[in-house]
């Protein structure tokens, strides 16, 4: 594996390395006419151009009262708007708070008022879902792609609000550090509602640099396929902004488009989601296979034959694994022979694999992966808000994924399962508790349970196994109904089993393990096969 000769063991990186602000300045002064952003059937802007529509933004939110450490949600998809917010928001100081464009309901209420902001940046298409919830702290909201004309408790502002005078920025109170909370992503919680990962400019500097993304290299350009309020999108537009280089970018992921988005946006790098590369290996064969400027393709997880893939469309493929709170400790080396790996561990950090105690267990034998760097504020900050989080998944010192892994005999990482309920189905993670939550508002439900069972495309799909209230009938068609307009579109179960009562322990705890085990049984009903159907809600098309 290629290893960086240049990496800074101990410090933490300048902050002309990895501060937004300062690097963005710095390109463009030294490139400014390089492009950074390209945007698929859009518009192409340069390093200067770039500086200037973040100066732009940044004095615009200055306007509504934003400061230097202040919080401010941006609720956009992919585009040339959310990505001038974000990177106005950082100018200021400011704290980036992106949250996914499915979330409604309660859900919805958790996040905004755990973000503690009082400016939101909103499409239109996503306005009604503010109606009749509680916005917290949100006083302003500057909507983003027309006006839709509901009435809020808020001040409802145009777009225009965030058009100001890129020379009238106010000073800094203080230099931005590296160690600064850069953003605030929301996961999906387990043994409770989702959690906002604190995130330094550090951690996203060592999650999308050389050591991790090591087979990217300045003269690339990345595709960001992923939405911007996820870590997987977040990671192109800094890593390859960190390294003077540039980023493409599609609204999402669609395999009709797929090619001719990359050869349109000469896009040479792509991280793929496990069911996306599995899409694209199911089109039938043809010409287009290598006709394409792509040259990279990283598959997370790995669950497509590698050296097939690479074959099949000429491109080099590796793996890596990361989450939200951590900075990518494994990596492979390129087409690697074997599905589940995750790679070796890069450089500066230390993991172990764990019992429930913390204590090693045996080479071979399946346990936590935790994690530690040799590098200050590379990991998580935290979970906002949230100290009893924060403490469990630190404890001893170290932090905890609450994935399962092992080490095979070419000491690679393999990745075993899930510790934690969290399901994980088309590149989204679903907390079960928030679905259950959901689902146990049913009148006709006593009791549920959701659980992940295989899907075709890899990863998850959603099982609920709910027990009627008493004298009811639970119509599983009518318990979809009546959660599509509660939940994201990903959340809501593809399949509905009926039992008579939960199986649960002497402590009255679920036995999820036992319904993960028996999984689709036969009376389990499937409403994709009783022909409902649930897509994205597109936004801003």
Same mark, same amino acid.
């Given at each position: 594996?290629?290893?960086?000769?240049?990496?800074?063991?101990?410090?933490?990186?300048?902050?002309?390395?990895?501060?937004?602000?300062?690097?963005?300045?710095?390109?463009?002064?030294?490139?400014?006419?390089?492009?950074?952003?390209?945007?698929?059937?859009?518009?192409?802007?340069?390093?200067?151009?770039?500086?200037?529509?973040?100066?732009?933004?940044?004095?615009?939110?200055?306007?509504?009262?934003?400061?230097?450490?202040?919080?401010?949600?941006?609720?956009?998809?992919?585009?040339?708007?959310?990505?001038?917010?974000?990177?106005?928001?950082?100018?200021?100081?400011?704290?980036?708070?992106?949250?996914?464009?499915?979330?409604?309901?309660?859900?919805?209420?958790?996040?905004?008022?755990?973000?503690?902001?009082?400016?939101?940046?909103?499409?239109?298409?996503?306005?009604?879902?503010?109606?009749?919830?509680?916005?917290?702290?949100?006083?302003?909201?500057?909507?983003?792609?027309?006006?839709?004309?509901?009435?809020?408790?808020?001040?409802?502002?145009?777009?225009?609000?965030?058009?100001?005078?890129?020379?009238?920025?106010?000073?800094?109170?203080?230099?931005?550090?590296?160690?600064?909370?850069?953003?605030?992503?929301?996961?999906?919680?387990?043994?409770?509602?989702?959690?906002?990962?604190?995130?330094?400019?550090?951690?996203?500097?060592?999650?999308?640099?050389?050591?991790?993304?090591?087979?990217?290299?300045?003269?690339?350009?990345?595709?960001?396929?992923?939405?911007?309020?996820?870590?997987?999108?977040?990671?192109?537009?800094?890593?390859?902004?960190?390294?003077?280089?540039?980023?493409?970018?599609?609204?999402?992921?669609?395999?009709?488009?797929?090619?001719?988005?990359?050869?349109?946006?000469?896009?040479?790098?792509?991280?793929?989601?496990?069911?996306?590369?599995?899409?694209?290996?199911?089109?039938?064969?043809?010409?287009?296979?290598?006709?394409?400027?792509?040259?990279?393709?990283?598959?997370?997880?790995?669950?497509?034959?590698?050296?097939?893939?690479?074959?099949?469309?000429?491109?080099?493929?590796?793996? =890596?694994?990361?989450? $939200?709170?951590?900075?990518?400790? !494994?990596? +492979? &080396?390129? #087409?690697? @022979?074997?599905?589940?790996?995750?790679?070796?561990?890069?450089?500066?950090?230390?993991?172990?694999?764990?019992?429930?105690?913390?204590?090693?267990?045996?080479?071979?034998?399946?346990?936590? =992966?935790?994690?530690? $760097?040799?590098?200050?504020?590379? !990991?998580? +900050? &935290?979970? #906002?808000? @949230?100290?009893?989080?924060?403490?469990?998944?630190?404890?001893?010192?170290?932090?905890?994924?609450?994935?399962?892994?092992?080490?095979?005999?070419?000491?690679?990482?393999?990745?075993?399962?899930?510790?934690?309920? $969290?399901?994980?189905?088309?590149?989204?993670?679903?907390?079960?508790?928030?679905?259950?939550?959901?689902?146990?508002?049913?009148?006709?439900?006593?009791?549920?349970?959701?659980?992940?069972?295989?899907?075709?495309?890899?990863?998850?799909?959603?099982?609920?196994?709910?027990?009627?209230?008493?004298?009811?009938?639970?119509?599983?068609?009518?318990?979809?109904?009546?959660?599509?307009?509660?939940?994201?579109?990903?959340?809501?179960?593809?399949?509905?089993?009926?039992?008579?009562?939960?199986?649960?322990?002497?402590?009255?705890?679920?036995?999820?393990?036992?319904?993960?085990?028996?999984?689709?049984?036969?009376?389990?009903?499937?409403?994709?096969?009783?022909?409902?159907?649930?897509?994205?809600?597109?936004?801003?098309?």
């Amino acid at each position: 594996m290629e290893v960086n000769p240049t990496r800074i063991d101990h410090g933490v990186p300048a902050r002309e390395a990895c501060v937004l602000r300062y690097v963005l300045e710095k390109w463009s002064r030294q490139k400014p006419d390089q492009i950074y952003a390209k945007f698929y059937r859009g518009p192409s802007l340069t390093y200067s151009e770039m500086e200037m529509l973040a100066r732009q933004t940044a004095a615009g939110l200055a306007r509504l009262g934003v400061k230097q450490g202040d919080t401010v949600v941006v609720w956009l998809p992919n585009s040339l708007e959310c990505l001038a917010s974000w990177f106005g928001v950082n100018w200021l100081g400011a704290i980036y708070v992106p949250i996914n464009t499915a979330y409604k309901g309660r859900l919805l209420e958790h996040v905004l008022a755990n973000s503690n902001a009082t400016v939101m940046i909103a499409h239109t298409d996503l306005m009604s879902r503010l109606d009749g919830i509680d916005l917290a702290n949100i006083r302003k909201i500057v909507e983003v792609g027309g006006a839709c004309g509901i009435r809020l408790n808020a001040d409802v502002l145009p777009s225009s609000a965030l058009e100001g005078d890129a020379d009238s920025v106010p000073d800094l109170q203080r230099p931005i550090e590296p160690w600064d909370v850069q953003s605030i992503i929301y996961t999906s919680g387990t043994t409770g509602p989702s959690k906002g990962v604190l995130s330094s400019y550090a951690q996203l500097h060592a999650m999308s640099g050389m050591e991790g993304f090591y087979m990217v290299k300045e003269g690339d350009r990345y595709l960001c396929n992923l939405p911007l309020f996820h870590v997987g999108g977040t990671i192109p537009a800094m890593g390859m902004l960190c390294r003077g280089a540039s980023v493409s970018f599609v609204t999402s992921f669609s395999t009709e488009t797929f090619w001719p988005s990359i050869n349109e946006t000469q896009t040479t790098v792509v991280l793929l989601l496990g069911a996306m590369a599995t899409f694209l290996a199911k089109t039938p064969r043809g010409p287009a296979d290598r006709d394409h400027c792509l040259k990279t393709v990283i598959i997370v997880p790995l669950a497509e034959d590698a050296m097939a893939f690479s074959q099949r469309f000429g491109v080099t493929v590796y793996t =890596l694994y990361n989450m $939200t709170e951590i900075s990518t400790p !494994l990596v +492979s &080396g390129p #087409n690697p @022979n074997r599905t589940g790996i995750c790679g070796k561990p890069r450089g500066g950090v230390d993991l172990r694999i764990v019992d429930e105690n913390d204590c090693e267990v045996s080479v071979g034998e399946t346990g936590e =992966l935790i994690v530690r $760097t040799d590098m200050p504020w590379t !990991l998580n +900050s &935290g979970y #906002n808000q @949230n100290p009893e989080a924060t403490v469990k998944a630190w404890r001893n010192g170290w932090f905890h994924t609450g994935d399962a892994f092992r080490i095979n005999e070419d000491g690679d990482y393999v990745f075993v399962d899930r510790m934690k309920d $969290t399901i994980r189905r088309r590149g989204e993670n679903i907390s079960s508790f928030e679905v259950e939550a959901e689902i146990a508002a049913h009148p006709t439900v006593n009791e549920v349970a959701v659980v992940s069972v295989p899907s075709e495309f890899t990863e998850d799909e959603v099982l609920c196994v709910v027990a009627p209230a008493p004298g009811t009938t639970i119509v599983p068609a009518d318990l979809i109904a009546f959660l599509q307009p509660r939940l994201a579109h990903f959340m809501i179960p593809r399949y509905v089993r009926i039992v008579e009562r939960l199986p649960r322990t002497p402590t009255e705890k679920i036995k999820k393990h036992e319904l993960r085990e028996e999984g689709l049984t036969v009376d389990t009903w499937d409403r994709e096969a009783a022909g409902i159907k649930i897509r994205r809600e597109h936004v801003g098309r």
